[in-house]
């Protein structure tokens, strides 16, 4: 399994970034996928995760209505497009792919924060 991420960089407050995060070495429309991110101030932060066919989405309460995720199953790759970025949203970012895949889920999918592999991290900088 190898998750690479990409699109991270240095963007002024109230700037955008789009990250991505290419996926190989297993069924990728078979497992949801997150964003987490981590910065020595707050720690390990988790920011959104995806279900397996993009259907459900979820966000970490200050990122709702300025991030958005989503994923190409073609192209196994998930997105994370991050609008009206702030100061505090400096951290390094990862992408890590679910423990449980779709066929866990009797239902609906919902975000458990259990994660098997996680990307090498790509560092998002807001600053003037």
């Known amino acids: 399994v190898q998750l690479v991420e990409s699109g991270g960089g240095l963007v002024q407050p109230g700037g955008s970034l789009r990250l991505s995060c290419a996926a190989s070495?297993?069924?990728?429309?078979?497992?949801?996928m997150s964003w987490v991110r981590h910065s020595p101030g707050k720690g390990l932060e988790w920011v959104s995760a995806?279900?397996?066919?993009?259907?459900?989405?979820y966000y970490a309460e200050s990122m709702k209505g300025r991030f958005t995720i989503s994923r190409d199953n073609a192209k196994n790759t998930v997105y994370l497009q991050m609008n009206s970025l702030k100061p505090e949203d400096t951290a390094v970012y990862y992408c890590?792919?679910?423990?449980?895949?779709?066929?866990?889920?009797?239902?609906?999918?919902?975000?458990?924060?259990?994660?098997?592999?996680w990307g090498q991290g790509t560092q998002v900088t807001v600053s003037s």
């Open positions: 890590a792919k679910d423990r449980a895949p779709s066929t866990y889920y009797s239902g609906s999918y919902y975000p458990r924060g259990e994660y098997d592999y």
């Open positions: 070495g297993f069924t990728f429309d078979d497992y949801g």
């Open positions: 995806i279900s397996w066919n993009g259907g459900s989405t």
